[in-house]
């Protein structure tokens, strides 16, 4: 089954512990992307790739890193959590296809993180 | 990217026909225009998307007015399963390479259906 894979689902950890939460596709798809969602602000990109090594900014970055050393994996790195970093995290993945075509992108179910 | 604007809530009753309006005066010629929804507690799920012809698949039907200024999602049907929060999205045409593949979300309409 084509699906976004995220782990865990839930957190709660205490600020400045380093966590990690992974994200898997099993679809080959090129473009992954991390998104936080918090009432009120509705969902902003945190990173983006295009492709294995290649990754960039979203729209809040601040206090996050990730890597693409493998085309399935998009990890969202929290080096030093803090409690503004308490939200709903979405991974998503979409085929980039030469030709400028638009192609559906394919999201998990969410990771819950609380920040104490 | 460009702006849409979506009314905050909409109610329907089940088994009616939904048209969930989108207003993006600012589209440029090359935008696609993206329906997404997000079910309680769940991610987003991709619905359905267009760029000039009206377009229809197996969940809903979007019609693009000639302008393109403004678009509607159709549910031809409405069941309770639809209740969530509809996004339009503004998507510009894709290259390798730039932001050009991004989703920008705004607030969307929580659309309620009523049994």
């Known amino acids: 089954e084509a699906q976004v894979t995220q782990n865990p689902r839930y957190l709660i950890t205490v600020t400045g512990k380093k966590l990690t939460v992974t994200c898997s596709q099993n679809m080959n798809h090129e473009y992954m992307s991390w998104y936080r969602q918090d009432p009120g602000l509705g969902l902003r990109q945190i990173y983006y790739?295009?492709?294995?090594?290649?990754?960039d900014k979203g729209d809040v970055p601040e206090g996050y890193k990730v890597s693409r050393k493998e085309k399935r994996n998009f990890p969202l790195i929290l080096e030093s959590p803090s409690p503004n970093q308490t939200s709903l995290y979405f991974c998503a993945s979409s085929p980039l296809k030469a030709g400028g075509r638009n192609q559906p992108q394919h999201f998990g179910d969410g990771t819950r993180l609380s920040i104490l | 990217d460009a702006k849409t604007t979506q009314p905050n809530s909409m109610e329907s009753n089940e088994e009616e026909p939904v048209h969930l309006p989108c207003n993006h005066s600012t589209i440029s010629g090359t935008d696609y225009i993206h329906w997404y929804r997000q079910l309680p507690s769940q991610g987003p799920e991709y619905v359905i998307h267009?760029?000039?012809s009206n377009v229809n698949n197996r969940m809903a039907s979007l019609a693009i007015a000639e302008d393109r200024k403004s678009s509607t999602l159709i549910l031809h049907r409405a069941t309770l399963r639809d209740a969530a929060v509809y996004y339009c999205i503004l998507r510009v045409l894709l290259n390798y390479g730039g932001s050009q593949g991004n989703l920008i979300f705004g607030k969307g309409t929580k659309l309620s259906v009523k049994p």
């Open positions: 790739s295009m492709n294995v090594e290649v990754t």
């Open positions: 267009g760029l000039t």
